[in-house]
């Protein structure tokens, strides 16, 4: 997702979506679900009853875990609800938001366990596609995984980086760890591979793809190897990194990163779908017998 300028607040966004002209200082809105109307309550249930029936084949269990603890299959949800059932879970709360908002807002309320969600839910010409995220993507996408402790420490503990990266020029390495293992993730369970991704698993064609396409590469999950990764943000993903479990992730964040920016930098980037050395590829699902 594009990169908004991060730092000092800046004025409302010009060409993003949201409207930013009520924003608190840390960039939250009220999320006004009254306003939320039969129209938008119905793509709600229309993107959530197509991805439901996907999920359940291509999810991780702890993603379908901590979607059932939300119950939002009937419309937009309500985020004050969920944030008590969260609460007790794992400490996480939800914040409203307009959209996409500066790094340092962003990074200082996941340190905060708060996760942004957005308010506004896409158009119905925009339901295979939309360049930023809505509230479907932010909560069917993100949200269940808050439920499971060790994948909420691990994103607390990305957030806790924000403000050294910023210091250390580290914003686009840091920034790449999100993408790939937090949007665009996979995991091997039993040997299966599951998508556990916001992104793909808010998307009905990527949710597909990222498993069992044979296209793109699948590398097993090496921080440093995430970190150098270049991504598009206007298409499938070309590479996708897989975990074997959260906790290897969660320890890939621990200690601080300022001595690692200078080494990547001094790196070559690896492109979207290039092979690396020391790379071990992950192969694709193949379809089970029946
Ligand atoms: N803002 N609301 C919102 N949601 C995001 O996922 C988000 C953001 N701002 C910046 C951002 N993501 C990325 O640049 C992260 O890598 C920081
Ligand atoms: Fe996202």
Do not use: N
Not at 91 to 110: K, N, Q, R
């Amino acid at each position: 997702m594009p990169d908004v300028a991060s730092h000092a607040p800046v004025p409302p966004q010009p060409g993003l979506r949201g409207d930013y002209g009520h924003v608190a200082a840390d960039w939250t809105v009220a999320q006004d679900w009254e306003s939320c109307g039969a129209t938008e309550h119905s793509i709600w249930r229309t993107l959530y009853d197509r991805q439901i029936r996907l999920v359940r084949d291509y999810a991780a269990p702890e993603f379908l875990k901590g979607l059932a603890a939300l119950d939002a299959a009937d419309g937009v949800p309500r985020f004050e609800a969920a944030s008590e059932r969260l609460r007790r879970l794992t400490g996480w709360t939800l914040v409203a938001v307009p959209g996409l908002i500066p790094d340092a807002p962003f990074f200082a309320h996941l340190a905060a366990r708060r996760f942004p969600v957005t308010v506004w839910i896409r158009r119905p010409d925009e339901l295979d596609y939309l360049v930023e995220p809505d509230v479907f993507h932010d909560f069917f996408g993100h949200v269940p995984l808050l439920a499971d402790p060790v994948f909420a420490g691990y994103l607390q503990s990305y957030g806790e980086k924000g403000a050294e990266a910023i210091a250390h020029g580290g914003l686009k390495p840091l920034a790449r760890l999100y993408w790939y293992m937090v949007e665009f993730g996979l995991i091997l369970r039993d040997g299966d591979l599951r998508a556990y991704g916001a992104g793909m698993l808010s998307s009905a064609g990527e949710t597909v793809f990222s498993v069992e396409d044979p296209g793109p590469l699948r590398v097993a999950f090496e921080r440093d190897r995430v970190m150098r990764t270049d991504y598009r943000i206007d298409d499938f993903q070309q590479t996708y990194f897989v975990l074997d479990d959260f906790a290897r992730l969660f320890r890939a964040t621990e200690g601080t990163f300022a001595g690692l920016y200078p080494r990547l930098a001094a790196l070559a980037t690896i492109a979207p779908g290039e092979c690396a050395e020391g790379d071990r590829i992950v192969p694709p699902r193949t379809r089970r017998a029946a």
